[in-house]
């Protein structure tokens, strides 16, 4: 019997160390020591009975019977992460492993009076956020890691009809006894996107807006639509801008979710540039702004292409190694808009040009490169399992289409422009959106830098510009035109 959503979770009272608890299997286990409590439950060391080991390899998870989040999470395990099938899983896509951590067991037990639900699973270690807050940014190579382990972990979910829905850096921990694989855990706010193969509909519901982590959260969650694939990408995409540069744009803004979904809008509007302008100076952020991209142009219910998303992370499909968190010699340690040094419009550029070559050849094989992008695979047109797509859906979609093609658009114009590339203008409403929550020193900052004043890092002017053969052919033209045209006003003063 699933527990009722409108009560209001609480912290169970805590569970005496050494008791024994039964599972439904008939296994027992001891608890240890509480090493943690989350929000609405309480974690212990695990011991079973029958072998028992000083160094504890389980956990166990406490809630109130009545809690919701423990038993979401027992329900993803029972219908989507058995260990068979990830084992399977791991077979078939030739993976190392899989981040998911081990689920041994769950049940019921009594004390004083209440009934406590309780979950075995696999022992974990720190988790990135500790790792973060010591370090600050991540090593790049890193970042791009944890993204393709995170997208190995979101396809199995997600073919198993589930979202994650809470991605973020204290969900992601290490491995206990491997510390080197990073697991994605608490699937207490997953959410069965796709029950019995039917996909939930697009629809906006304000009552419901802006559940979740509201830092990382998806601009759909902003809107109340139900989760889907592209918001688990989309929160990612957040995630590893945020471990690359130590910050998002919107972090001022945290007590006011309406000024936070707007910053992520227009960060997603203006993209690639929103997010090659926001990256500090020394660091690339190109495949994360191509991540993004691609991730934000899938449709609702449209499944991404996770091979070539984890191509655009890792170019040279160079093969993954341990895990380091070191960021000597990887930039600045924290990204700070009023500090930092903003790289230069020409390096930003190069950066553009790069991508556009990249996405060019990914496309060249597509018969419609207005979605390739999203899908890597000629699209075809499939009609929705539940009838006729709403008019939400419709406007949505094509407002998404609209979207990407500005952005080609875009990219298009600075690639077969080269020339003019010192003197194009990025859109500055991408900053507009949350100047009112910074200081009028950071603003400032920003309005004096090299993106208002094309002027490069250092203070001089930039006049490293070439011009084309056909500019000069104008040039000249137009130039003897008008010489010829003085000779002519001259003679006819000189006859009068």
């Not at 490169?369 to 859906?393: F, N």
């Amino acid at each position: 019997m699933p527990p009722r959503r409108n009560e209001k979770y609480r912290l169970p009272v805590p569970l005496p160390e050494g008791k024994v608890l039964d599972d439904m299997e008939g296994k027992q286990w001891m608890l240890g020591k509480m090493i943690g409590s989350g929000g609405f439950g309480l974690i212990y060391l695990a011991f079973p009975t029958n072998k028992p080991d000083k160094d504890a390899r389980h956990v166990i998870k406490v809630e109130y019977q009545e809690n919701g989040p423990l038993f979401s999470e027992l329900k993803f395990y029972q219908r989507a992460a058995k260990r068979d099938h990830i084992e399977n899983w791991i077979e078939l896509k030739q993976l190392d492993y899989l981040g998911i951590p081990l689920f041994y067991g769950s049940g019921i037990t009594e004390f004083k009076g209440r009934s406590y639900r309780f979950m075995v699973m696999e022992r974990l270690g720190i988790d990135l956020q500790k790792i973060s807050d010591q370090n600050g940014t991540f090593k790049k190579s890193t970042v791009l890691q944890l993204g393709i382990r995170m997208l190995d972990v979101l396809e199995y979910i997600h073919e198993n009809e589930y979202v994650h829905g809470d991605i973020k850096a204290a969900n992601l921990l290490l491995g206990y006894r491997n510390p080197d694989r990073v697991y994605l855990a608490d699937y207490g706010l997953c959410y069965r996107y796709c029950p019995n193969g039917n996909h939930k509909q697009y629809q906006e519901n304000p009552r419901k807006g802006h559940n979740g982590t509201l830092e990382f959260t998806s601009v759909d969650a902003h809107k109340g639509v139900a989760l889907s694939r592209r918001s688990d990408l989309e929160t990612l995409g957040y995630c590893l801008l945020r471990w690359s540069c130590g910050g998002l744009p919107w972090e001022r803004s945290l007590r006011d979710p309406v000024a936070v979904q707007t910053a992520k809008t227009n960060l997603l509007d203006e993209l690639p540039e929103s997010v090659l302008k926001w990256a500090p100076s020394g660091s690339s952020c190109r495949e994360i702004a191509e991540y993004l991209v691609c991730a934000h142009n899938l449709a609702y219910d449209e499944k991404p292409n996770y091979q070539m998303l984890k191509k655009i992370l890792n170019p040279g499909g160079i093969p993954l190694g341990p895990l380091e968190f070191s960021t000597r010699g990887e930039g600045a340690n924290v990204h700070i808009p009023d500090n930092q040094k903003v790289v230069s419009l020409k390096a930003a550029t190069k950066q553009v040009n790069q991508m556009q070559n990249r996405l060019i050849e990914k496309n060249i094989h597509s018969e419609r490169s207005a979605e390739s992008c999203l899908t890597g695979r000629k699209v075809q047109k499939v009609e929705p399992p539940t009838g006729l797509l709403s008019s939400d859906t419709v406007q949505e979609s094509t407002r998404r289409r609209q979207k990407y093609c500005k952005s080609q658009e875009i990219l298009n114009e600075i690639k077969s422009s080269p020339q003019q590339s010192s003197s194009i203008q990025f859109p500055n409403s991408f900053y507009e959106s949350y100047q009112d929550s910074a200081s009028p020193d950071i603003v400032s900052n920003w309005r004096s830098s090299s993106w208002y004043t094309h002027t490069s890092t250092t203070g001089m002017e930039m006049t490293d510009f070439t011009l084309s053969e056909e500019m000069k052919a104008d040039m000249y033209y137009y130039g003897f035109i008008i010489l010829f045209l003085l000779t002519l006003v001259c003679l006819a003063l000189y006859l009068l």
